[in-house]
Each structure stands twice: as structure tokens, then as C-alpha cells.
């Protein structure tokens, strides 16, 4: 069984200012992991993904993260915060293997970007 | 640049009602999902299809939900009777057939439901 756990449902930073959130997981097998991006009234868009190979992942928008098998984490960077990044934001994890490739979410973070 | 096609975009309905969630899924797409996201939390997967078939609806209650993809191309979810509890988005995703790692879920822009 695969849970995420994203620390802290509402995150609030100044334009300009560094954007950290924290995503946690919990899986038995290697996982994959995913970063979301939901803007009001709209589906979910793919931020970033880590599956195998190099554990700093770069995404759209300037956001990058950071797989760290030794503390199950997975939390979302962006050096300067932009007012457009004003969302929410959730994390992801899937079985690496199988055929059953259902993704289960955390509970999402919002993100308010200050003037 | 192909998306995933939902309708309607907005459903009030009262309780005890039917009402049916259509989905149209990216050209190609073998595999395709519903998932319920009630208001602050994440989405939940209800169903996942490959091709006409299911493959987990083990989150579906199906005393009241019921999906299908007859053709293995758009898909169809129906309440019966909508409940209080049902009111949240019910997102439809569709990804590519295989294991790749590459394998990414395209989402649509959800129906918002909302029960009185």
C-alpha cells in the first residue's frame, strides 16, 4: 500500500521568495512519484515526475524537486515565487511496477503568493 | 494539443436524483480513470478501465455508482441516488496502454457536482 503526507495545507510566501513543499510518502515497492498543479475550477497538470535514473527532477515553471529515498521525501522547490504560481498543489506516488497504475494523492498544499 | 474531454462542467442536482458524468478520453488512450476530489482533499481514484474493462473499483460504492467504457473509448459515470456526500469534482484521466515510466495520466477539467 502506497500514502502521502504533505505537511502543511497552507503554505503562504512573497513574490520573489524561495517556495518549499514538503511531500512525504509511504510505499512498499520503488515508487513514482508526481508533482500536481490544480488552478480553481480546473482538472490537475503535471508539474514534474520521478521514476528511475537522476534523483533532482526539473518540471515546468521552474519548479524542481528533489527524491531522497533515505528520508521518503519528495518536496517541490522554486527559488522566486511568482504571483501566477498561486495554486494547489499535490503530491503523488504509484507502484513502479504492475499493471494497476492508480495514483494516490496527498491532500494538497495551498499556495498564496504575497504582493 | 489533444485534451480529455468532460461533461458537463457543472451539475446541481437534488437528492435522491440520477445523474451521469460523461468522458472523453485522449485519441489512443487505452487506459482511463475516474476519480472523486472532495472539497481540501486530494482525489481519490474510483475506477480505472483498460480498454472496456475494469481493472480496480475497489473504491466505487457500488450500491449507488456504476461506470462503463462499452467501446474502450469514452466513458460514463452514473449516481443512483445522488447523496449529500456525493457533492465534490469527479475528474476523468486517460494515459497510454503499457508499464512505461513514461506512462503519464492526462487529466480533464472535472465536473463539479453539487448535491441539495
Known amino acids: 500500500a502506497q500514502s502521502v503526507t504533505q505537511l502543511g495545507s497552507h503554505v503562504s510566501v512573497s513574490e520573489g521568495a524561495l517556495v518549499l513543499l514538503r511531500c512525504n510518502y509511504s510505499?512498499?515497492?520503488?515508487?513514482?512519484l508526481f508533482w500536481y498543479v490544480q488552478y480553481p475550477n480546473q482538472g490537475l497538470q503535471l508539474l514534474l515526475k520521478y521514476t528511475t535514473g537522476a534523483t533532482l527532477v526539473k518540471g515546468i515553471n521552474g519548479f524542481e524537486a528533489e527524491f531522497k529515498k533515505s528520508e521518503t521525501s519528495f518536496h517541490l522547490t522554486k527559488p522566486s515565487a511568482h504571483m501566477s504560481d498561486a495554486a494547489e498543489y499535490f503530491c503523488?506516488?504509484?507502484?513502479?511496477?504492475?499493471?494497476?497504475?492508480?495514483?494516490?494523492f496527498g491532500k494538497g498544499t495551498l499556495l498564496t503568493v504575497n504582493p | 494539443e489533444a485534451e480529455v474531454a468532460q461533461s458537463p462542467r457543472y451539475k446541481i442536482t437534488e437528492k435522491s436524483q440520477a445523474v451521469a458524468f460523461w468522458c472523453d478520453p485522449i485519441s489512443g488512450h487505452a487506459t482511463l480513470y475516474w476519480y472523486r476530489q472532495i472539497l481540501g482533499q486530494g482525489p481519490e481514484l474510483l475506477v480505472q478501465f483498460q480498454d472496456e474493462s475494469v481493472v480496480d473499483d475497489s473504491q466505487l460504492p457500488k450500491d449507488r455508482f456504476s461506470a462503463e467504457r462499452l467501446k474502450g473509448v469514452d466513458s460514463t459515470l452514473k449516481i443512483q441516488p445522488a447523496e449529500l456526500g456525493d457533492s465534490a469534482m469527479y475528474l476523468c484521466?486517460?494515459?497510454?496502454?503499457?508499464?512505461?515510466?513514461?506512462?503519464?495520466?492526462?487529466f480533464g477539467p472535472g465536473t463539479r457536482l453539487t448535491v441539495l
Open positions: 510505499s512498499s515497492v520503488p515508487p513514482y
Open positions: 503523488a506516488v504509484r507502484r513502479s511496477g504492475g499493471s494497476n497504475y492508480k495514483l494516490t
Open positions: 484521466a486517460s494515459s497510454l496502454r503499457g508499464t512505461s515510466s513514461n506512462n503519464e495520466q492526462f
